[in-house]
């Protein structure tokens, strides 16, 4: 039979062993990856932002000239990665499962396309200068071997 004293102090040790081992365990990890276009060329200061689908919590960073990008120390849960870049369509993915201790990597593709809105006003006059009534034009925005944004 322990005495008193010993089992207050088997006791003390077990609660410092416990509370070690839920301190240790920051409910936090890593999202990472590269953006890259559809090429496979690195797309450098591109926005990426990690949001949760909890919180709707985000936070934002730029990739680095190598199209690198890291989250360190994010809560646990599901998060929405999107990617942003003058020139490119949006990126976004869904349900990316973050774990303690299991960083994720995520890698973008970004599609050359829409990634800028707006208008367009004028006039359209034919080789005399005279204004053609009724006129469509069509803009659009085509990079083949240029870089684009």
């Known amino acids: 039979m322990l005495k008193p004293a010993n089992l207050i102090g088997s006791l003390l040790v077990l609660l410092v062993i416990s509370v070690s081992a839920a301190l240790g365990q920051t409910g936090t990890s890593g999202i990472s990856g590269t953006v890259r276009d559809v090429n496979g060329a690195v797309v450098p ?7 949760s689908e909890a919180t709707n919590v985000s936070q934002t960073q730029n990739t680095t000239e190598a199209g690198l ?18 020139g490119f369509k949006t990126f976004k993915k869904t349900g990316n499962a973050l ?14 396309g829409q990634g800028i809105t707006g208008s367009i006003v004028g006039t359209v006059k034919d080789a005399n200068g005279a204004v053609v009534k009724g006129a469509t034009v069509t803009v659009t925005n085509k990079c083949h071997d240029r870089k684009c944004g």
């Open 69 to 86: 990008f890291a989250f360190t120390s994010l809560p646990v849960g599901n998060y929405t990665i999107s990617v942003e870049k003058s």
């Open 99 to 112: 774990e303690v201790g299991t960083p994720l990597i995520v890698d973008a593709t970004m599609e050359v």
């Open 45 to 51: 200061n591109a926005t990426v932002t990690a949001k």
